[in-house]
């Protein structure tokens, strides 16, 4: 506690009262006029009015720096989300080129496939690619439309989390769509997409904070279920399902909105993810080529085409 | 009170000329402009006490900042910067507190 009672009972630097008294010694020696009273020299209060000067420049840097920085962080951050938004909106676009491209490219392969008279491999491809989500398709089918809870707008209604990951009462999360979705396939849905992103074999339905990301993309609710199917048959087989429990479970305990509706049309686009980057067809000499990372892609759709049989592509 | 003109001048030209800090001595800017403060309130109450030194007030002025700026230093080094630099600001405003309590005795007798 030295440190302390130094620090609190002797906060005058110690080497005034010395120099002090080494004064008061030179004048009693000297027998010169009062300590207190002796005039400073003109180069040390020179000095004197130096240090001010840095401790004043000192001070207004410091005021300067602290004023400058809070601002540079907030105008930082509004940069960066600028960016963000810059970008997804540039992500969105190349997305819609890739898919109007991927259009254009089906119908080349299927014409050139045509004039080389090999229509029932143009037939298969075509189909392949229905059914593995390369290919836009469109039919009868269900459309959910699945929605946050009228509550979860407001603010400041967190207090009763849900389950074991503390979201918001009320919100849909990843998994609600999960267990619809796959009520969805159960039902015999032969094509699915929420919210214009198609889901695939390789599609995932994930969260990140509070948004449901699909094939990565963050998805806003209200969430379209596009199904293509027999739509009577869907709704019933969905409505008795499992997918059908758990929405009117989640409709009942937590105000989660939906609602069914079947169409004579919808269109569900093609998937922007259909990519792989290892696995390659049996027995084919493009997973040894370097470069060659789509095996769903038209260039391989020919060793698909002889290597899986059709029957465990097809819907049930 | 030329001293004084000083000081106010020192400020005027740093809010003026807006010196900018390089990016190495941020850190150390508010540990040595407490540490400024702290003899500049020092050499006031010496002055009020009577016993101002001149020698004194410019010596431990550049002791201050150089031993903060030192410890601050030291601290990043050995990984603990922001504990010693809680640390200094602690000592210091300790004693910037009792030395504007004696200015405060002596101006206004209370």
Redesign the interface.
């Known amino acids: 506690m030295t440190l302390l009672t130094e620090?609190?009972m002797r906060?005058?630097?110690p080497?005034?009262?010395?120099?002090?008294r080494r004064?008061a010694e030179r004048a009693a020696q000297v027998g010169g006029p009062d300590p207190?009273a002796e005039p400073?020299p003109h180069a040390?209060?020179a000095?004197?009015?130096?240090?001010?000067?840095?401790?004043?420049?000192?001070?207004?840097?410091?005021?300067?720096?602290a004023r400058g920085t809070r601002p540079a962080g907030v105008s930082e951050r509004d940069a960066l989300v600028q960016r963000i938004q810059r970008t997804g909106a540039d992500a969105d676009r190349l997305q819609r080129a890739n898919a109007a491209t991927r259009v254009a490219l089906e119908a080349q392969r299927g014409r050139s496939l045509q004039a080389q008279s090999q229509g029932q491999l143009a037939e298969q491809v075509a189909r392949l690619g229905l059914v593995t989500g390369a290919v836009a398709a469109t039919g009868p089918g269900l459309e959910v439309t699945v929605d946050d809870a009228a509550s979860v707008g407001a603010a400041g209604d967190g207090s009763d989390p849900r389950g074991d990951d503390g979201t918001q009462d009320g919100r849909v999360l990843d998994q609600d769509l999960q267990l619809v979705v796959n009520g969805l396939w159960a039902a015999g849905a032969e094509a699915v997409s929420i919210n214009g992103q198609r889901l695939t074999a390789l599609s995932a339905i994930r969260s990140a904070g509070e948004a449901v990301l699909v094939d990565y993309r963050p998805l806003a609710p209200p969430y379209r279920i596009l199904t293509l199917g027999d739509p009577a048959e869907l709704r019933s087989r969905f409505t008795t399902g499992p997918g059908g429990r758990e929405l009117r479970n989640l409709q009942a305990n937590y105000g989660v909105r939906a609602k069914l509706a079947t169409a004579d049309r919808l269109t569900v686009p093609a998937s922007s993810g259909l990519v792989t980057r290892r696995a390659a067809p049996v027995g084919s000499v493009l997973g040894s080529l370097p470069g060659a990372g789509r095996s769903t892609s038209p260039d391989a759709g020919r060793s698909v085409g002889t290597d899986v049989p059709e029957s465990t592509q097809e819907t049930p | 009170m030329i001293p004084a003109l000083g000081l106010v001048a020192g400020i005027l030209a740093g809010l003026l000329l807006q010196p900018t800090v390089p990016v190495w001595a941020q850190p150390y800017l508010p540990i040595a402009v407490v540490a400024a403060l702290d003899a500049v309130f020092g050499a006031l109450r010496a002055l009020l006490d009577g016993i101002f030194d001149d020698k004194v007030f410019v010596v431990s002025f550049l002791s201050n900042v150089f031993v903060a700026a030192f410890i601050v230093y030291l601290g990043d080094q050995l990984g603990v910067g922001s504990q010693l630099s809680t640390g200094v600001v602690v000592v210091l405003g300790i004693r910037i507190f009792s030395n504007v309590a004696a200015i405060r005795r002596h101006l206004f007798h209370a």
């Open positions: 620090v609190m906060p005058l630097d080497g005034y009262e010395a120099a002090a004064r207190g400073a040390r209060g000095l004197v009015v130096g240090v001010l000067l840095v401790v004043g420049v000192l001070l207004a840097a410091a005021f300067l720096q």
